[in-house]
């Protein structure tokens, strides 16, 4: 695939296999959104990037002096030393040329030759307990990984995205949609379990029974939990006193929380987003927001706080199960990390997907792309800061969209998914940073590869360790032939579940919303499944629930997840993309409570028959037809590819 100075490509085949070329109005309109000279033939020379694996030096021809990435230096005069640690280093020639980023990186992630688990994967903000205040916690994420450890054999958990929203109503609902990627979101917080609670004592019970009064609701209403959340954590700041462990978090944390907890507050104290402030607060180095960052020396400090209290109750959740978080693919343009890297970000054009035979329009996604040649110049340090943040108390990350650490589809502001181009990024480099990383945490990584994929970025995903995903939805051949390197699943968050596909309940929601989903496609996977199965064609949803996670298990797949809808014969979709916003995606709570769940037959069932599934060590790879489209962050749907 050939791509131009700046990575924009020259076409590319879509999902009929034609040719769609790049005309020379995309290519200015993206040029522009890079805030490129018109002129320029390139872009401007910068810090250059090299990626080494143990044993590999870089040869050089000038006197040249190397910073380790702990600070030692290291002298210069033909090569860089081959033991060099694995990590970050920076290179600097005595005569002043532009310095080159060193990355010492493993050649593939973590992974475990052992590993073989199952677990659920849970959107967090529907799991509701007794007492929760209104949409799942840490807490219960906790009580989830105990008993589905304890009482069913489970070794994983995979999670939605748990990343900041901006503070203030409304409140973002989608998880694949943050303020911020690197901090987390304070309504997962249990405010019981938070230091000096007991000083509060009756205008807590007061929020808490209000707060758990929002378990009657239908849906999840996060406007009304962030206010009692906020209200309760205001009333406990002034109680809180000196703490070494807060202090050295927040030592640790360094510049980047600082920064955070300063746009919290001058987003509480402006409103709305970024974009919309004074000039004088739009960029976090400007003097006038070091001004406010002192003058609201304690507001900054509460929000730090918050997020201390975030990250021990998450720690505490991870102590049973291999925790695996979600990785959304971009940032909500108007908060916390668009903020903080405006100037590395095309904030004039959107990420999406080219029309299809499916969605005749193409999709925009909304999400702001990183200009290829400024995030390179700056070492990458967002995905690295990113990254690190999403594997602490983790065990593994799921790379939402993962085609995008090759190109990703950019759509300059007002012309739509059909003024859109392909734009490619240094897949080698990121993909050390990502293998850098796992190595760093221990953590297994998964790449979300149900778009588009050109096959040899497919083969260079396995070759560097990231499992692929594997679902009964789309794969044409059975559960027992998927690959060993994959995490295998019925469906995810924005595709049917079993009910829903069953009972047909799925395709009359979109069609009733005006969605035009594709019938065809929605039949043949029901009849594939139902002779996979081997069930009648009325059979009972309990019946076939039951059948397909039997059919799951023989999966030899080194990862496989179930989901709480599901094993609760839930018809609605978690996401259903598309829809408006009075469908109530990301708000639908799961039927039952926490308790409910942990005493009800179907999940019980399910959890025993995954967890007696046959070892996949010693098994045939088996070769499958992959079946997959991407819809939208954190979504798919059907395509032949």
Not at 42 to 65: F, N, T
Not at 170 to 185: A, G, H, K, L, M
Not at 380 to 406: C, E, K, N, W
Not at 563 to 590: F, K, M, Q, Y
Request: hydrophobic letters at 40%.
């Amino acid at each position: 695939m050939t791509s131009d100075a700046w990575g924009i490509e020259a076409g590319f085949e879509d999902a009929l296999g034609v040719w769609r070329e790049t005309d020379a109005d995309t290519r200015r309109a993206i040029r522009a959104a890079m805030g490129a000279d018109p002129r320029a033939m390139a872009p401007p020379p910068g810090a250059r990037v090299r990626v080494l694996r143990p044993g590999e030096a870089i040869r050089v021809s000038h006197p040249s002096e190397l910073v380790l990435e702990d600070g030692t230096i290291l002298p210069v005069t033909a090569a860089t030393p081959p033991d060099l640690p694995l990590g970050y280093h920076r290179m600097s020639r005595l005569d002043g040329a532009a310095p080159v980023h060193v990355i010492m990186a493993p050649p593939r992630c973590h992974l475990p030759p052992d590993l073989q688990a199952w677990g659920w994967a849970v959107q967090l903000y529907g799991l509701r307990s007794a007492t929760s205040w209104g949409m799942g916690d840490l807490a219960d994420l906790r009580e989830l990984a105990r008993w589905s450890a304890d009482a069913l054999g489970a070794g994983v958990l995979v999670v939605n995205p748990l990343g900041a929203a901006t503070p203030g109503v409304p409140q973002q609902p989608s998880p694949y949609f943050p303020s911020s990627r690197r901090y987390r979101n304070p309504l997962y917080l249990r405010v019981e379990e938070v230091p000096g609670v007991e000083a509060v004592g009756s205008d807590l019970d007061r929020l808490a029974a209000t707060g758990r009064a929002l378990n009657r609701e239908a849906r999840i209403n996060r406007d009304a939990v962030f206010r009692l959340k906020m209200d309760a954590l205001e009333r406990l700041w002034p109680r809180f006193s000196a703490d070494p462990d807060f202090d050295r978090y927040v030592a640790q944390q360094g510049p980047a929380l600082a920064e955070f907890a300063t746009f919290c507050a001058l987003a509480e104290h402006h409103g709305g987003g970024w974009r919309a402030w004074p000039a004088e607060h739009r960029h976090p180095r400007a003097a006038a927001v070091r001004r406010f960052s002192t003058e609201h020396a304690g507001r900054v400090r509460f929000h730090q706080w918050i997020q201390w209290l975030l990250d021990g109750q998450l720690a505490r959740s991870t102590n049973d199960v291999r925790l695996i978080q979600d990785l959304p693919i971009g940032i909500d343009p108007d908060g916390a990390d668009a903020w903080a890297w405006q100037d590395l970000l095309a904030l004039d054009a959107t990420v999406g997907a080219p029309p299809d035979e499916y969605n005749t329009r193409g999709q925009d996604w909304g999400l702001p792309p990183f200009i290829p040649h400024k995030l390179r110049a700056e070492g990458y340090a967002p995905l690295v800061q990113t990254l690190r943040a999403m594997l602490r108390h983790s065990g593994g990350l799921r790379i939402d969209h993962v085609m995008g650490l090759f190109r990703l589809f950019w759509i300059p502001a007002g012309r739509g998914p059909r003024g859109g181009a392909f734009v490619r990024y240094e897949a080698r480099e990121l993909l050390a940073i990502v293998a850098l990383e796992s190595h760093r945490a221990r953590a297994i990584i998964v790449g979300e590869d149900l778009g588009t994929v050109e096959p040899r970025a497919r083969r260079e995903l396995a070759r560097r360790g990231i499992l692929s995903c594997r679902l009964v939805w789309f794969e044409a051949n059975r559960p027992a032939r998927y690959p060993l390197r994959s995490l295998a699943a019925v469906t995810t968050h924005d595709l049917p579940t079993i009910a829903g596909m069953w009972s047909g309940s799925d395709l009359r929601t979109q069609y009733a919303l005006g969605l035009a989903p594709d019938e065809a496609s929605t039949r043949a996977i029901r009849g594939r499944l139902q002779a996979m199965t081997a069930v009648a064609p009325d059979a009972d949803r309990t019946e076939v629930v039951l059948r397909t996670h039997d059919l799951l298990a023989t999966a030899r797949s080194m990862l496989i997840t179930a989901t709480l809808e599901d094993a609760l014969g839930v018809e609605e979709r978690p996401n259903l993309p598309g829809a408006s916003s009075d469908h109530a995606n990301w708000c639908r709570p799961l039927p039952k409570l926490l308790e409910e769940i942990e005493a009800d037959k179907l999940p019980l069932a399910i959890g025993r028959t995954l967890a007696r599934r046959a070892p996949a060590r010693g098994r045939r790879r088996g070769r499958g037809i992959r079946v997959v489209k991407k819809a939208a962050p954190g979504d798919s749907a059907s395509q032949t590819s």
